[in-house]
């Protein structure tokens, strides 16, 4: 019998804030954030296969790893290791989230491997373990599992879901680079250590304006504490985040730990005529609208 595959769409996901806390003595920063999943997703396809295989394709394929490290490979071996089956299948990863980029593209690959072999398997279990098993991969995993949108504490991985109405229109300009998570972090470390970079205070505005729908009112309100440590590493992103605003959005701010730079905008035509000026004048090496927010990891019919 042939094996049938099995696909599962994880979204990407932008901070609409992201207050960095101490760091813990396991070495991950406390965080506050609100995350929102957006329309960009990876796909990822399961077939039952007599070895554990990886293949990518998509756009930035040469920096993503086809081995072990993975972290959809490594998503199937911790749900099989616990469970008790066979962790043998290929894994085909479509990727549409930028790679390195600030995005949870790597999460969204984990999530979906985990609720796609979850779901193969026949696994009785409750989103509650699969959480669990979740946030031993990453920190964004829980968050690309769920979607929506949500305010994450913790290291980013506890959730309590927020009420969000409408959709909010978003334009994504990729830098040419990708910057690496733990250099980031570190990168504000260093900034905290030589100085008092301003931080987060309490989402609690931005979580209602999420929940009246408007952009005008959620626009001054996105705050990001890596931004600072991003622009720092990639002085060249001040630029793009500058473009964006002349181009006419509402605000613009680096997404998660960057270099992916994410524009809020006040309608769906107005993110595509911001993402044709920021084509154009040469900031990024390419450009996304998405709206959010959107679900998370989902069994494609
Ligand atoms: O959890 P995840 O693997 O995505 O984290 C990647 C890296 O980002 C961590 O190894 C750590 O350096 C940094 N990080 C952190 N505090 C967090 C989340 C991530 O310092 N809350």
Redesign the pocket.
């Known amino acids: 019998m042939v094996p049938t595959p099995l696909t599962v769409r994880a979204p990407a996901k932008v901070n609409l804030h992201l207050g960095?806390g101490e760091?813990r003595p396991d070495?991950?920063?406390?965080?506050v954030t609100v995350f929102q999943a957006l329309s960009l997703h990876d796909d990822v396809t399961l077939t039952p296969s007599d070895a554990l295989t990886l293949h990518v394709t998509g756009e930035g394929v040469r920096d993503v790893p086809t081995d072990p490290t993975n972290l959809a490979a490594r998503a199937v071996v911790a749900l099989a290791e616990r469970y008790g089956r066979d962790p043998n299948m290929r894994i085909d990863i479509a990727k549409g989230i930028p790679v390195a980029g600030g995005m949870a593209g790597g999460?969204a690959d984990a999530a979906a491997a985990l609720l796609g072999a979850a779901t193969l398997w026949g696994l009785e279990i409750g989103r509650d373990d699969l959480d669990e098993v979740a946030a031993t991969l990453?920190?964004?995993v829980p968050f690309s599992l769920h979607g929506h949108t949500a305010l994450g504490t913790g290291?980013?991985e506890r959730l309590i879901p927020a009420l969000a109405r409408g959709e909010f229109h978003w334009t994504l300009a990729l830098a040419r680079e990708g910057l690496s998570?733990?250099a980031v972090?570190?990168e504000l470390d260093r900034l905290r250590e030589a100085g008092d970079p301003p931080r987060a205070g309490s989402p609690d505005a931005l979580l209602a304006a999420v929940a009246s729908g408007d952009p005008h009112r959620l626009a001054p309100l996105l705050t990001n504490d890596l931004q600072a440590a991003a622009l720092s590493l990639q002085p060249g992103l001040r630029r793009t985040l500058r473009a964006g605003i002349e181009a006419g959005a509402l605000a613009g701010i680096v997404s998660g730990?960057g270099p992916t730079c994410a524009f809020l905008c006040a309608s769906a035509d107005d993110a595509v005529d911001v993402g044709t000026e920021l084509a154009g004048a040469g900031v990024c090496r390419t450009v996304r609208v998405a709206s959010g927010p959107v679900p998370g990891a989902t069994v494609v019919p």
Do not use: A, C, K, Q
């Open positions: 960095v760091v070495g991950f920063h406390e965080l999460s990453g920190s964004d290291r980013g998570t733990p972090y570190r730990s």
